[in-house]
């Protein structure tokens, strides 16, 4: 009999939310705030964006780290870390966190 760990679905919406909102905030600094500084002459833009982008990538990392403190395996851990720093990464990693929702669920559920 193989028992699955459920890390807490509080920290699994935190962590997937806080990564999606990261990814946005890739794409607002690399297709808007970098064209504003370079096209529009506008340097505050990435420095604004990029601040909420660097935070938000930290706090991810956290979220990651307290998530496989809770039973996240870890190679989904170190796979949604690595997509934090790749462009489309949190958007391909959200998919991937929900499907492991969806089978810790449906594992964890007591059978009828």
Do not use: N, Q
């Amino acid at each position: 009999m193989e028992f699955a760990v459920v890390v807490p679905s509080g920290l699994m919406r935190v962590l997937r939310t806080v990564g999606l909102i990261e990814g946005v905030s890739t794409v607002l600094l690399f297709f808007v705030a970098m064209p504003m500084k370079y096209i529009g002459d506008m340097p505050w833009a990435v420095s604004y964006v990029g601040m909420a982008h660097g935070l938000l990538f930290v706090l991810l990392w956290l979220l990651c780290a307290a998530a496989w403190a809770k039973g996240l395996p870890t190679k989904l851990t170190l796979m949604t870390m690595i997509g934090a720093i790749l462009p489309g990464g949190p958007f391909y990693m959200d998919f991937k966190l929900k499907r492991y929702e969806a089978e810790t669920a449906a594992a964890s559920a007591p059978a009828v």
